[in-house]
């Protein structure tokens, strides 16, 4: 199972520039989410999804959008990259429905963005 | 929002000794989880635990949800523990249910 795919695994920017990070799930996930994580920090939320055509803020989405158009794919959008967007990039999925509140989140294995 | 504090921030050990971690969290949660971010970056899933006590090899964790708080236990610890740990909950009631939020972490360094 391929589980929680990013693309792509690295990427320098220059500054003003933009560019659309992918995540897609295979596991038929309801819920989506994007973490960002500065060196030596815990992990911020930006953005997430409880399912196709909702989403909502984080603590950090400044600098950031997203839409969620199907189930398997929530895309993270930089319109003009400033260095303080130099992180990694962590987009994870649950569930949460009848029999099974809440499940585990699983994560994919992030994108490391440069901003210069 | 909820705050989730992890204890101790950093740790080192000597390959074969015990430790536990611990995660205290702010408000009622209805889904904890431990991850262990590993020295190349990623992200694995050790429990999923909100209540009760679970165990994997030498990894066990337990949650005492009414007191708010979880407990890593790592024994017989081994250079591959080596990386960061964190918690993270989801808040028991209100639109913060859909938030899954992380703690601070706990750097971890095994020492052979």
């Known amino acids: 199972n391929a589980g929680v795919t990013q693309t792509p695994k690295f990427r320098i920017l220059k500054i003003g520039q933009s560019m659309t990070l992918q995540c897609t799930q295979d596991?038929?996930?309801?819920?989506m989410y994007w973490y960002r994580q500065d060196p030596g920090m815990g992990l911020k939320l930006i953005y997430y999804?409880?399912?196709?055509?909702?989403?909502d803020k984080g603590e950090v989405p400044n600098g950031y959008n997203v839409s969620r158009s199907t189930t398997e794919d929530f895309p993270l959008r930089l319109e003009l990259a400033a260095p303080s967007q130099t992180s990694v990039y962590f987009c994870?999925?649950?569930?949460?429905?009848?029999?099974?509140?809440?499940?585990?989140?699983?994560f994919g294995q992030g994108t490391r963005l440069t901003v210069v | 929002g909820i705050q989730v504090e992890q204890s101790p921030p950093d740790l080192i050990l000597q390959e074969g000794a015990n430790s536990t971690l611990r995660c205290n969290f702010s408000?009622?949660?209805?889904?904890l989880q431990w991850f262990h971010q590993n020295p190349w970056g990623q992200l694995i899933n050790l429990f999923y635990i909100p209540s009760g006590t679970k165990q994997n090899g030498r990894l066990s964790a337990t949650t005492v949800a009414t007191e708010r708080y979880s407990l890593l236990y790592i024994s017989s610890s081994q250079t591959t523990d080596s990386g960061v740990y964190f918690c993270?909950?989801?808040?028991?009631?209100?639109?913060?249910?859909?938030?899954?939020?992380f703690g601070t972490g706990t750097l971890l360094a095994v020492q052979p």
């Open positions: 993270a909950v989801r808040r028991n009631y209100g639109g913060a249910t859909n938030k899954l939020i």
């Open positions: 596991m038929n996930h309801n819920y």
């Open positions: 999804s409880v399912g196709a055509g909702i989403t």
């Open positions: 994870a999925s649950s569930y949460s429905g009848q029999g099974a509140r809440y499940t585990e989140a699983f």
């Open positions: 408000d009622s949660v209805n889904n």
